[in-house]
C-alpha cells in the first residue's frame, strides 16, 4: 500500500520578470491591447532580388548584403513614397515624421532589442548593411546604448533564416506598422501560363 502524501499539484518553477524580458512584456502586452491590429499577406518572387544581393556581393569581398539590409532600403523608399506610414499615433493627434529612421528586429537570450537604423533613404545598401551588422552584434553582447534604439518610425522583423514561412509581428508602439519577413521557399508557380519552380516569400 503507497502511505505517500497524495499531491496532485504539478511541478514549476516561477521565474521572476526582470531587466529586458519585463520591459518587453509590458510593451508586447500593452501594443496588442491598445494598438488594433490587422493583417496583411502577400507572396513576392525574390528570382530578381536573389540576383541582385548575388550581383552586390560580388562587388565587395569585404561586404556581404543581407535580405534583411536590402529589406531595409527597399522599405526606406517605400515609405518614402507613402508617407502616412511614418507616423506615430500621439492621443489627440497623429505625428508625421520626415526622417526615415528604421529599427531591425535581433534576436537575444532574453528576448527581441530593436536597433534603430538613422536615415535609411539617404545612406547606401553597403553603409546600412555594415551598420546593421556593428548594431546586431552590440544587441547580441547587450552593448546597445538608449539612442541606438530610439526614434524609429517602422520596424521590419525577420524570421527566414529560422525556416519560417508566415507570421503575424506585433506593431512596435507607437509606431504604425511591422513588416514581417519569412522564409524564401522553392515553389511551383503559374508564370505567363506555364508552371515554373520559382522562389518565394510571403511578407
Known amino acids: 500500500m503507497d502511505e505517500r502524501p497524495e499531491n496532485n499539484a504539478e511541478e514549476f518553477e516561477d521565474i521572476p520578470l526582470k531587466g529586458i524580458r519585463k520591459i518587453i512584456a509590458v510593451r508586447m502586452t500593452e501594443s496588442k491591447s491598445t494598438v488594433p491590429h490587422f493583417y496583411l499577406t502577400i507572396e513576392i518572387d525574390m528570382e530578381k532580388m536573389i540576383g541582385l544581393r548575388k550581383s552586390l556581393n560580388g562587388e565587395d569581398e569585404d561586404v556581404k548584403i543581407s535580405f534583411n539590409d536590402m529589406f531595409i532600403k527597399l522599405t526606406a523608399h517605400t515609405l518614402k513614397e507613402h508617407p502616412m506610414v511614418m507616423s506615430h499615433y500621439m492621443g489627440e493627434n497623429v505625428r508625421r515624421y520626415k526622417n526615415v529612421h528604421i529599427g531591425f528586429a535581433v534576436a537575444i537570450e532574453d528576448g527581441l532589442l530593436v536597433p534603430v537604423i538613422k536615415d535609411c533613404d539617404k545612406k547606401s545598401i553597403k553603409e546600412i548593411s555594415e551598420e546593421s551588422k556593428v548594431l546586431s552584434e552590440k544587441a547580441r ?25 508566415n507570421f503575424s ?12 519577413v519569412g522564409s524564401t521557399i522553392q515553389k511551383p508557380v503559374v508564370i505567363d501560363d506555364r508552371i515554373e519552380i520559382r522562389p518565394r516569400m510571403k511578407v
Request: charged share 20%.
Open 169 to 180: 509581428a506585433v506593431i512596435n508602439t507607437p509606431e504604425s506598422a511591422i513588416l514581417a
Open 141 to 165: 553582447i547587450k552593448r546597445l546604448r538608449h539612442h541606438e534604439m530610439r526614434g524609429g518610425i517602422f520596424t521590419i522583423t525577420n524570421l527566414g533564416m529560422f525556416g519560417i514561412e
